[in-house]
C-alpha cells in the first residue's frame, strides 16, 4: 500500500522537495505516539499477578490439548 502512495507522490509531486515532504508526512509516526517534548511515552507498567498466570497457563494447555485432537 506504501508503493502505491509513494507512487501517487511521485507523479503528482512538483519538484524533489515536495516530494521529500509528502514522504515524510506518510512515514511520520502517529500525533498520538509522541509527547509534547517529543519523546516517546511509555504505557504504565502492570504486573502478573500469580492468579492471572495461573489463567495464562490453562488457557494455554487447554488451546493446546484442543489443537493436538484437531478441533478448531
Not at 37 to 47: I, L, N, Y
Amino acid at each position: 500500500m506504501l508503493n502505491a502512495a509513494e507512487a501517487q507522490i511521485d507523479a503528482g509531486a512538483k519538484d524533489e522537495k515536495e516530494q521529500a515532504r509528502l514522504r515524510a508526512k506518510i512515514y511520520a509516526p502517529p500525533k498520538g505516539v509522541r509527547g509534547p517534548s517529543g519523546r516517546r511515552q511509555r504505557p504504565p507498567a502492570t504486573r502478573m499477578t500469580a492468579g492471572d498466570a495461573r489463567a495464562l497457563m490453562a488457557q494455554a494447555s487447554a488451546q493446546d490439548a484442543q489443537a493436538r485432537r484437531g478441533g478448531g
